[in-house]
């Protein structure tokens, strides 16, 4: 059986196919598409809801290509707030025959905790983060618990918004700004989850980084946190186009990337974590953990 899940954000839509069997899921596709780009004002416009629409028309072209039998579809940020969402929805509803599940804070949490939890051991506490363009989400628990969640009401939109584009950032000004904002109560030692894990490890040649190799199915690198800062440091330095040079699959994917990793290291110096691990895992794991448990 194959099930496709399209994943529609703030900055991009990301359309997943993924092999579901008895022993569980394989990713057989996965693209992100940036120029989707629903925006970060209140009301989503006619052409780009357009631009949207063929791009959701590519994905179930895809879809059918790959013989897939179900298709979930879901959304955050944006579409939580955005005055005309109805009439997104309804556009996307009249070409797919299906609605939208329109995410909240909680569910999206529950999500982003529950698409780890067949790779982490028995009673080990560990976070996991992930940034969109509208906000940030931070859940720590145990496979068996989910302990606590944490919401950071912006994401990579509000920063490049306020502080430049990656070229022109004042690097110093954002650090102080994310150590003011951020307030986390909760430490995680060791498992410290970060996404990018195919950013990081696709620039690994023109943009070295010390790490060692990691415990965790499916997780195969992980980072002390100064190794991190100092890889963090290097992206910082490298003009954009170039890092689009290195990460010719999804130039647009860089022009927040370095933003990410800094939000995530301002986490994890919080928390007190010693160790940074990059995954390709997101909310989408989540939603075929949940599939797999009838719920």
Known sequence: MKFSIIDIGTQSLKHYIFELDKNGRK?????????????????ISAETIGRNIKILKNCL???QSENVSKLHLVGTEILRKAKNAEDFKSAVREIT????EIISHDKEAQYLYEGFLDVVPAGKKFGAINIGGGSTELVIGTPEKLLYSYKLPFGAKFIRKEFGEHDFIDWQKLDEYLDREIQVSESVPELFITGVLDFITTIRSPAPFVSKPCGLPDHPIMLTLDNWHDWILRMRATPVEKLKEYYSKDPNFCDGTTIGHSVYYSFAKKLGVEWAIPSRRDLTDGIIYEMYRGK
Do not use: F, K, P
């Open 27 to 43: 990713l057989v596709h996965y693209r992100r598409h940036s120029d989707a780009n629903l925006g970060a004002s209140d009301v």
């Open 61 to 63: 072209d895809r879809n």
């Open 97 to 100: 025959g299906e609605e939208i």
